[in-house]
């Protein structure tokens, strides 16, 4: 929630919980594990470069990577 809150203030931007997974994934870091996975049907979208960049600025902020 923090990193959601953080890029909204410093960057203005909205990201969502997903995003911020996928970006967790892409630097390794370890997260919760998720119960609602779905069925795979539905297509999942991609984060945007510049909401990728605000959330790799709050993971250095919070010292994550």
Request: a positive charge; glycine letters at 4%.
């Amino acid at each position: 929630m923090e990193i959601r809150e953080w890029t909204k203030s410093e960057y203005g931007l909205k990201v969502s919980f997903l995003y911020v997974a996928q970006i967790k994934d892409k630097c390794g870091i370890e997260k919760r594990l998720i119960y609602n996975v779905g069925d795979n049907k539905s297509c999942v979208p991609k984060c945007p470069s510049e909401k990728e960049k605000a959330i790799m600025a709050a993971f250095r902020h919070f010292n994550m990577i």
